[in-house]
């Protein structure tokens, strides 16, 4: 009789339902590995493990196709593992050994049977095997990420879930290095289980394969708002995203995207907001021209924010400047268009800041174009201090015509 167990991956595997099963012998297989399959099937459950035992010390062989059988047997008497502990025993003892062994065909028998044991050692013994058998099995990889994501959602949710066999699992998609396991890790270590979790995950994070700065973009442009904070921090604080094009990719994606989203709650309002004032300070550390329209849209919102007291006038300084770096006709235009509302307000005797106007004009000057000819030179007719004047004079010295 045969069954087919499904994997949780989108592959099957046939499993012979014996009670106790021996493996058809391959070719060129050791007699003595052909021993102790027999071995097993015929001993009680005691025995079976002191056969494991044995054959581990046969370290001249390769007992893998054994270690296999006894994790199959295990799946087709799963009842056993309820209440017999030596069957428990040796489960663990099995899967240690196929890990042991690298003996790779053995994974799927390893991932089936963690898909039905709970026990934590038993689980953490198997993630081990796991990170050494299952490299190269995008399948199984998966089906892996699919779990981590299973237990980061039952966590989110404010239930309790296994850290332990959490942690092993990041390691060792993280020693399996794929790629497309960055999301399921990342959110891992967003979520903020324990410490020695959340450490784990940032260690695995950086041992995947693949773009690492495009990887931090990628949740940046898809995570939650949390996750997309927590990329643009770690993006700018990572020895890995060192290089000034790099750090301008990342900041960028993080500014628009912080621009794209809404919210109306209030803690992730201040985390958009957050990282927008920090993309804007290193796009314009880095001189960044390649986000002049994002630049302007920020520019905008910090104004909005200023008037109603939610930003600072250091962050409507930061803005401006950040405009200042862009080099485009759009910044000149817009930083104008600031420029002859604040020139208004002199000339109607309303209060302005004088730092601010400094800042427009000075970043004008910078821009050198010809859209703020006209507004500078008006600057100079008004009732500003002379310090303004002087600045607003070197600006028009600075237009290129």
Same mark, same amino acid.
């Given at each position: 009789?045969?069954?087919?167990?499904?994997?949780g991956?989108?592959?099957a595997?046939l499993?012979?339902g014996?009670?106790?099963?021996?493996?058809?012998?391959?070719?060129?297989?050791d007699?003595?590995?052909?021993?102790?399959?027999?071995?097993?099937?015929?001993?009680?459950?005691?025995?079976?493990l002191?056969?494991?035992?044995?054959?581990?010390?046969?370290?001249?062989?390769?007992?893998?196709p054994?270690?296999?059988q006894?994790?199959?047997f295990?799946?087709n008497n799963?009842?056993?593992?309820?209440?017999?502990?030596?069957?428990?025993?040796?489960?663990?003892f099995a899967?240690?050994?196929?890990?042991d062994q690298?003996?790779?065909?053995?994974?799927?028998?390893?991932?089936?049977?963690?898909?039905?044991?709970?026990?934590t050692?038993?689980?953490?013994?198997?993630?081990n095997?796991?990170?050494?058998?299952a490299?190269?099995?995008?399948k199984?990889i998966q089906?892996?990420?699919?779990?981590?994501?299973?237990?980061?959602?039952?966590?989110?949710?404010?239930?309790?879930?296994?850290?332990?066999?959490?942690?092993?699992?990041v390691?060792?998609?993280?020693?399996?290095?794929?790629p497309?396991?960055?999301?399921?890790i990342?959110?891992?270590?967003?979520?903020?289980?324990?410490?020695?979790?959340?450490?784990?995950a940032?260690?695995?994070?950086a041992?995947l394969d693949?773009d690492?700065?495009?990887?931090?973009i990628?949740?940046?442009?898809?995570?939650s708002?949390?996750?997309?904070h927590t990329?643009?921090?770690?993006?700018?604080?990572?020895?890995e995203?060192?290089?000034e094009?790099?750090r301008?990719?990342? *900041? #960028?994606?993080? %500014?628009?995207?912080a +621009?794209?989203?809404d919210?109306?709650?209030a =803690? /992730?309002?201040?985390?958009?907001?957050e990282?927008?004032?920090?993309?804007?300070?290193?796009?314009?550390?880095?001189?960044?021209?390649?986000?002049?329209?994002?630049?302007?849209?920020?520019?905008?919102?910090t104004?909005?924010?200023?008037?109603?007291?939610?930003?600072?006038?250091?962050n409507l300084?930061?803005?401006?400047?950040?405009?200042?770096t862009?080099g485009?006709?759009? *910044? #000149?235009v817009? %930083?104008?268009?600031? +420029?002859?509302l604040?020139?208004?307000?002199? =000339? /109607?005797?309303e209060?302005?800041n004088?730092?601010?106007?400094?800042?427009?004009?000075?970043?004008?000057?910078i821009?050198?174009?010809?859209?703020a000819?006209?507004?500078?030179l008006?600057?100079?007719?008004?009732d500003?201090?002379?310090?303004?004047?002087?600045?607003?004079?070197?600006a028009?010295?600075?237009?290129?015509?």
């Amino acid at each position: 009789m045969k069954r087919c167990r499904f994997l949780g991956m989108g592959a099957a595997v046939l499993v012979f339902g014996f009670v106790s099963l021996v493996l058809p012998a391959q070719e060129g297989q050791d007699p003595r590995v052909e021993a102790y399959q027999r071995n097993f099937v015929q001993a009680g459950m005691s025995v079976k493990l002191q056969v494991l035992q044995d054959a581990s010390q046969e370290e001249s062989v390769n007992m893998g196709p054994l270690y296999q059988q006894a994790v199959d047997f295990l799946i087709n008497n799963s009842f056993l593992l309820e209440n017999d502990t030596t069957a428990g025993d040796i489960a663990i003892f099995a899967v240690r050994l196929i890990g042991d062994q690298g003996y790779k065909p053995a994974r799927y028998s390893v991932w089936e049977l963690f898909s039905m044991y709970k026990n934590t050692n038993f689980r953490v013994a198997s993630m081990n095997t796991l990170g050494g058998i299952a490299e190269g099995d995008e399948k199984l990889i998966q089906a892996m990420n699919n779990w981590l994501d299973r237990r980061n959602s039952i966590y989110r949710t404010g239930q309790t879930v296994d850290q332990q066999v959490v942690r092993s699992c990041v390691n060792n998609l993280g020693e399996l290095g794929n790629p497309d396991s960055f999301s399921p890790i990342f959110t891992t270590m967003v979520l903020r289980y324990s410490d020695a979790v959340t450490r784990a995950a940032r260690q695995a994070l950086a041992r995947l394969d693949g773009d690492y700065t495009e990887h931090l973009i990628q949740v940046i442009k898809n995570g939650s708002i949390q996750e997309r904070h927590t990329a643009l921090v770690i993006g700018l604080e990572s020895e890995e995203v060192s290089g000034e094009d790099q750090r301008g990719r990342v *900041a #960028a994606a993080a %500014l628009e995207a912080a +621009l794209d989203l809404d919210t109306t709650q209030a =803690e /992730n309002y201040r985390k958009l907001q957050e990282m927008r004032f920090t993309a804007a300070r290193v796009l314009t550390e880095l001189e960044w021209s390649a986000s002049s329209d994002e630049a302007v849209e920020h520019l905008n919102r910090t104004i909005s924010e200023y008037d109603r007291g939610d930003a600072t006038l250091s962050n409507l300084l930061e803005a401006v400047a950040l405009l200042g770096t862009m080099g485009t006709k759009e *910044a #000149a235009v817009r %930083l104008t268009s600031y +420029l002859e509302l604040l020139n208004s307000y002199v =000339e /109607n005797g309303e209060q302005y800041n004088a730092q601010l106007v400094l800042a427009i004009i000075r970043n004008l000057g910078i821009l050198g174009d010809q859209a703020a000819y006209n507004d500078l030179l008006y600057a100079t007719y008004l009732d500003y201090p002379s310090s303004v004047k002087k600045a607003a004079r070197e600006a028009i010295d600075s237009i290129q015509w």
